[in-house]
DNA sequence: TTGTACGCGTTATCAA
DNA sequence: TTGATAACGCGTACAA
């Protein structure tokens, strides 16, 4: 049988043809190319010659199919415009680079059914898989489940599926976002709640709506989280008479000031904006925004550091839960007439 | 020959599994499931039932195999957290998974080494690649042109490497924007330039020293493409007694703004600052942003449809120019103590 | 240490 | 229309 291969000149040049050009068989020049069995100096000398010399680089399709894994892993996100996601992007392709691994990046534009279609898609073109803040709900999940592992969930949390968990202690930085409003005698705050399907945001409002009775009046309006989404409800804020937002995430902040900007509404003089994520623009918008600092980089480290563990040695690593920090920039201030009560 | 592989109860259902379930050939079983040849309808929904009670999904990468494509592209950006390149990305995601085709993304941190290096390899895992303002220089593109092919250059022109470019009109960008600051009685600009090896950043730089010596002063200051590279340099510009900034993106101009106000400079009162892509903040900002606005989806759409053409026909097009448009916002205003001319 | 031969899961060719 | 069989390019037991 013909076990070299030799093909045309024109032909891509495949490990038969580098077989060929250095006398040795297939096996052989596999095993130089991939270091691992012992192999004679002067033979794989005359391989890599030839592999060089033809410029050789072996076909990643179909060592995916013989290896039975592809050394890639993808990410599904609901919003791939939100910079929040691109910074857990940044750092997972950055952590699972160096271990040589690509990655594939789907968004489901916020929508359900294509956020199942997309990750089961992915999955099946990957080793593994990292779900943003996932929409879909919890049965579906769990129901895909076995589908889908490997797989690590962030933002979302769902015990007994064989899942580690990254997640960001929302109640911590709301508590410690109301606890600062309260200290400057916001006594009227305005929720600028995310999408329904969000958990964090599910998460945020009930952290909200869990504090003690009395100690501030909390009015919730449907919003989103984009930009236009915080940009669209900052009348309604107005009309509600709170002296204080508190936004899903720093897009709907922006959003807002923006609008409150236009209006010429002062910030943080009558109203007073606060955001979550941490995103980069926080720092250099106009007042700065004081948020909920999430670390996003980290969380995609994390996020390969977990899947990877559950590459190797297939045992679920327990979930990780990380507090924000409360960056106290200047889009907050005293309440409009208030006392200042610490 | 055991031509059905049938396989354990818990080993992956392949395409040999259906057909011994359904009694027919893995060939006619791959019939079915690409709905090519015809079919005997009975036998057809023999193996459709088996292929549902099974949960049978072919293997893509033993697909790739066969087809000899993988029905992905890539794409290669040099900063994957600047907005820019996430909103190209989402329209290249959008308009590829139209096709059915998913996107492995890379980004190179700026680092022209890496790059090439991710350019090599996300092309052999890939079908066709789509180059982000590649920061790799002439020579070397051109050397690599037919290991990349087929591929698309956006923000970057290489004639005769047989691969189409999407570009934008910087120098065009610039006379606006120019023409506007002059109108506005600035006579001296600061140009805050990007990284030295975007094309882009030369465009922009050689449209500036273009000008009729005379009109105005320019004054160059070496920067970078990000907010903190942007917020550094804003000292230097006071400096340089600069009446207008001239950015080289909008993050940088953002950088510059924030480092500005809390300097307690007036903006656009004392210094008027213009930026270049008109990312989605940048209307959100206090004061809003006078930038070129570049159609970013757009140009991922385009992307996809030249990528989309190679793939199919071989026959490269055109290139596509856009020419910006300039977004007179907030941040540019008379420059101070000086006659308007218009 | 090296080579043979088979498997990975699919599609494509060609007879029947 | 259907099925046997050969690709696709590589890794790897197993034998030599």
């Given at each position: 049988?013909?076990?070299?291969?030799?093909?045309?000149?024109?032909?891509?040049?495949?490990?038969?043809?580098?077989?060929?050009?250095?006398?040795?068989?297939?096996?052989?020049?596999?095993?130089?190319?991939?270091?691992?069995?012992?192999?004679?100096?002067?033979?794989?000398?005359?391989?890599?010659?030839?592999?060089?010399?033809?410029?050789?680089?072996?076909?990643?399709?179909?060592?995916?199919?013989?290896?039975?894994?592809?050394?890639?892993?993808?990410?599904?996100v609901p919003d791939?415009?939100n910079?929040m996601?691109?910074?857990?992007?940044?750092?997972?392709?950055?952590?699972?680079?160096?271990?040589?691994?690509?990655?594939?990046?789907?968004?489901s534009n916020e929508d359900v059914r294509e956020e199942v279609?997309?990750?089961?898609?992915?999955?099946?073109?990957?080793?593994?898989?990292?779900l943003c803040a996932p929409r879909m709900g919890t049965g579906q999940l769990?129901?895909?489940?076995?589908?889908?592992?490997?797989?690590?969930?962030?933002n979302r949390e769902v015990?007994?599926?064989?899942?580690?968990?990254?997640?960001?202690?929302h109640?911590?930085?709301i508590?410690?976002?109301?606890?600062?409003?309260?200290?400057?005698?916001?006594?009227?705050?305005a929720y600028l709640a995310g999408p329904p399907t969000s958990a964090s945001n599910r998460d945020r409002l009930d952290a909200l709506r869990?504090?003690?009775?009395?100690?501030?009046?909390l009015v919730e309006l449907e919003c989103g989280a984009t930009?236009a989404d915080g940009?669209a409800v900052?009348?309604q804020?107005?009309?509600?008479?709170?002296?204080?937002?508190v936004a899903y995430n720093?897009l709907v902040?922006?959003g807002?000031?923006?609008?409150?900007?236009?209006?010429?509404?002062?910030?943080?003089?009558?109203?007073?904006?606060?955001?979550f994520?941490?995103?980069?623009?926080?720092?250099?918008?106009?007042?700065?925004?004081?948020?909920?600092?999430?670390?996003?980089?980290?969380?995609?480290?994390?996020?390969?550091?977990?899947?990877?563990?559950?590459?190797?040695?297939?045992?679920?690593?327990?979930?990780?839960?990380?507090?924000?920090?409360?960056?106290?920039?200047?889009?907050?201030?005293?309440?409009?007439?208030?006392?200042?009560?610490?």
């Open positions: 049988m013909d076990t070299s291969r030799p093909g045309r000149p024109g032909a891509p040049v495949t490990i038969g043809r580098v077989a060929e050009a250095a006398g040795v068989s297939r096996a052989t020049v596999s095993r130089v190319m991939n270091g691992l069995a012992s192999v004679d100096p002067e033979l794989a000398g005359r391989v890599r010659e030839a592999a060089a010399r033809l410029g050789y680089e072996p076909s990643t399709v179909a060592r995916s199919l013989a290896l039975g894994r592809t050394g890639m892993v993808a990410i599904v791939l415009e910079p996601f691109q910074r857990v992007l940044h750092g997972l392709t950055d952590a699972a680079g160096e271990r040589g691994h690509r990655l594939l990046v789907a968004g279609v997309l990750a089961a898609e992915a999955r099946r073109r990957c080793d593994g898989l990292v769990a129901g895909m489940a076995a589908k889908l592992a490997p797989f690590v969930l962030v015990p007994g599926i064989g899942a580690p968990s990254l997640l960001v202690d109640a911590a930085g508590r410690d976002i109301v606890a600062h409003l309260l200290a400057l005698g916001h006594q009227r705050l869990g504090y003690p009775a009395g100690r501030f009046e930009f940009h900052a009348d804020v107005l009309r509600e008479r709170a002296t204080a937002i720093d902040a922006f807002a000031l923006g609008r409150l900007h236009e209006l010429g509404v002062e910030v943080p003089g009558q109203v007073s904006v606060v955001g994520d941490d995103i980069p623009f926080a720092r250099y918008t106009t007042p700065p925004l004081t948020t909920a600092s999430v670390p996003q980089v980290e969380l995609g480290h994390q996020a390969w550091h977990r899947l990877w563990a559950l590459l190797e040695r297939r045992t679920p690593e327990p979930d990780v839960r990380f507090t924000p920090r409360l960056e106290v920039r200047g889009s907050t201030g005293p309440a409009p007439g208030a006392l200042r009560y610490m």
